[in-house]
């Protein structure tokens, strides 16, 4: 999903953001996904100091992600990439650890339990074994081929489809790895923020919306039309 210029002038998590669908349910209705392109000034260890250790809430927690990702998985994560940058990946964030913390990574052809979400883009998993393809990746002198996030989205999934009705997202599909892997994950180009974003709307064929004026000598102009036609 990829938010129209002007869908997020109010919802600072959703202005200018691109976010992969992690999980549609019909049965429970509700769709799940993950905000790529929101980095927040924080480490993986000064996460893992500042938030509580507590065990998942139980059953009554319909909101919790439905996919591995523990207090127990940042911890090891921590002792090897300490000073890894956190992505804010949604406005859902549980006070534990065990309930906000995902992780993406392009190993999953090799990793036990992990979800092919796109083209080299994966979800979760066995930590030992992304760790350890991480670590051996970054000491070949390649790019980091693993993100960390903390929160996550969620809709039902009428609200989801009246939402694109609206044109507040664009819904795109990477057609290949080297696209997915890249806004996903940054390698490449250093792409993030809003250069992600902008990027996956040029290569949706939006060329008008990918340069459409944003920033602070234009928002507010922008904020005070859309409020005047609510």
Known sequence: ??????????????????????????ESDTAQGLVLNKPIEMTLSQLCQEVPIRGRVG???????????????????MELFPGRPVFEGGPIVHESLTDSFL??????????????LAPSVFLGGDVGVTSALES???ERGGASG????????AWSLSQLEIELERGIWIHAR???SSAAVELCLGLGPKVGGEAAWRLAL????????ARFPRGTAVDPILTELLQAHQ
């Open 146 to 153: 693993l993100r960390f996030f903390r929160g996550f989205c």
């Open 136 to 138: 051996s990746r970054c």
């Open 59 to 77: 059953s009554e927690n319909l909101m919790g992600p439905d996919w591995p990702g523990t207090e127990e998985d940042a911890f090891r994560f």
């Open 103 to 116: 992780f993406l990574h392009m190993h999953g052809a090799f990793v036990p339990e992990s979800r092919r």
């Open 202 to 209: 040029e290569a949706t064929g939006l060329p008008a919306l």
């Open 1 to 26: 999903l990829i938010a129209h210029p002007l869908s997020g002038l109010f919802q600072p998590i959703f202005d200018k953001s691109l976010i992969m669908l992690l999980r549609v349910d019909k």
């Open 174 to 176: 990477a057609r290949c």
